[in-house]
């Protein structure tokens, strides 16, 4: 099953020293990026086909890729001054870059590269910036259950912050916490 992920975001929120081009995929945990962390996730459940709806910092993904050097994460026997890798991490994935628009929010993002899903019964879709434990096997067996178009994964907002309610002289009337609403955020 194909996994198409969306890695066009401006990544506004993660601007604290990071340069200015750096899209909110290639944002480092630990040695590798938040989109090889993604897409690792994935190839766990044998989803190794993936389809990267590209936009802003499109270059720093590909780069990332195209220099990949399987010797940082993986074993292997230098003998010669040849390599010999004992494991190895991506080299079974497959992976289509399209660029998608620099604008293109995600549903045109998804219209852009249906052509690379045309005969699929089903995909799977994620930002790439997202990482989960979540037992996919299950989720994907649920669905096909299900005489449904679409899933997702929703949860109790995680944010701090709280609602105000407000009376018509402006005094406070109230305050809840958002993780105490009755409202579920995409997860």
């Not at 990071?18 to 989109?35: E, S, T």
């Not at 994460?73 to 004992?86: A, C, W, Y």
Request: net charge negative.
């Amino acid at each position: 099953m194909k996994v198409v992920l969306f890695c066009g975001g401006y990544g506004l929120r993660m601007r604290n020293g990071a340069p200015d081009d750096i899209p909110k995929p290639m944002a480092m945990v630990g040695p590798r990026p938040l989109i090889w962390h993604v897409m690792r996730y994935y190839a766990h459940y044998g989803h190794t086909e993936f389809i990267l709806c590209l936009g802003y910092g499109a270059h720093h993904i590909k780069n990332f890729f195209l220099t990949y050097e399987e010797t940082t994460s993986n074993d292997f026997v230098l003998h010669g001054g040849r390599t010999e890798l004992l494991s190895t991490d991506i080299a079974g994935w497959r992976i289509t870059f399209v660029q998608t628009g620099i604008e293109s929010p995600i549903g045109e993002r998804l219209r852009r590269v249906r052509h690379h899903l045309d005969g699929d019964e089903m995909f799977l879709a994620n930002y790439a910036d997202v990482l989960t434990d979540a037992p996919l096997p299950e989720m994907i067996d649920r669905f096909a259950r299900r005489d449904a178009g679409a899933s997702m994964t929703v949860v109790p907002p995680q944010s701090s912050f709280h609602c105000v309610d407000l009376a018509e002289d402006g005094l406070v009337g109230g305050i809840t916490a958002v993780s105490d609403m009755p409202l579920w955020e995409n997860g």
